[in-house]
């Protein structure tokens, strides 16, 4: 069974992201499932995915990537349990640290994480970086990424990505840097290829 | 642990909303829209979702907001005309914030819902 975790601060397109990754690959004739974390006890996104048809898992209340660990552990168990999915897609909350939960994961039997994507929202990337509480958030999940994806470039000039991408690589040099738009399906066949799934 | 997640608050609302007369999905836009601009009023950074759930599909919004700039989407899944319905907000912001948010939020809901009944 292989986890794609894909993360990024709040508003980076997380939600759409994955939903884009899991029809294609539910087209590719994978079974897939969702675990969709949310730091407060009103689960939204989850509702969302579960209206597109896929099997949805919520864990809520809190942060899988230090207080929810152990929900999170058991979230799989019952998935793989109960469904035998091929592919589970993560989404942690928006300020959890991806690499925490790799680690996490990785202590799982039979678990094959699959590499980091961190969703980097070129909308809002200079206000975030500005602020230095969410500086360090935001920093801390570009560096942990193996996949640095910039989202929403339907909507932006060229220049402000090139800018963009300069800033990403002196972050987090040895990531791969791909360019999407999750909600016009721009780049989701490319990132599915360097996942290798 | 060195994570600053720990520095923010969450809270959510879930309300029923019955509408004096069957209102479209325009309403419900407007609905939304209108929370997700009081709310950028109020704090300096948040993270709003939104969504209103009934028996013919939802509308749902989502913002963040940050230095003044209030970024949103907002997606409708309702074709007919409807007359009630579930309104469930979640909002993320910073600690540093103050007072009795949850109340704030359902009084900014009201004063909408009156409004949009009242046009």
Request: charged residues 25%; aromatic residues 4%.
């Amino acid at each position: 069974m292989e986890i794609i975790q894909v993360a990024g601060f709040l508003g980076s397109g997380k939600t759409t992201t994955i939903l884009a990754i899991a029809r294609k690959l539910v087209d590719k004739g994978y079974r897939v499932s969702i675990i969709v974390n949310e730091i407060g006890d009103i689960v939204i996104d989850g509702k969302i995915m579960e209206m597109s048809g896929l099997k949805v898992k919520e864990v809520f209340g809190g942060c899988i990537c230090c207080e929810l660990a152990i929900n999170l552990a058991q979230t799989i168990k019952i998935l793989k349990d109960e469904y035998k999915p091929d592919i589970i897609l993560i989404e942690p909350t928006g300020l959890a640290s991806p690499s925490q939960i790799r680690e996490l994961i990785k202590t799982l039997n039979k678990m094959n994480t699959k590499p980091i994507i961190t969703l980097v929202d070129i909308l809002l990337i200079n206000e975030f970086l500005s602020d230095e509480q969410i500086r360090e958030i935001i920093t801390r999940q570009i560096r942990d990424a193996d996949i640095l994806a910039i989202n929403k470039i339907d909507i932006v000039k060229n220049e402000l990505l090139l800018k963009c991408e300069e800033m990403l690589k002196l972050l987090n040099p040895s990531a791969k840097l791909i360019k999407i738009s999750a909600l016009k399906n721009i780049g989701i066949d490319e990132l599915i290829t360097i996942l290798g799934v | 642990m060195d994570v600053g997640h720990h520095e923010f608050n969450f809270f959510g609302q879930s309300v029923e909303i019955a509408f004096k007369n069957k209102v479209d999905k325009f309403s419900i836009e407007r609905m939304i829209l209108e929370i997700m601009g009081k709310v950028s009023n109020i704090y300096d950074f948040a993270r709003v979702k939104l969504i209103f759930e009934c028996k013919n599909g939802y509308v749902k919004g989502d913002s963040v907001i940050i230095a003044g700039r209030n970024q949103f989407n907002i997606e409708s899944k309702i074709d007919n005309e409807i007359n009630s319905g579930k309104l469930i907000i979640s909002i993320i912001t910073r600690k540093t914030i103050n007072g009795n948010s949850s109340e704030n939020l359902l009084d900014i809901i009201n004063d909408i819902k009156g409004n949009i009944e009242k046009s």
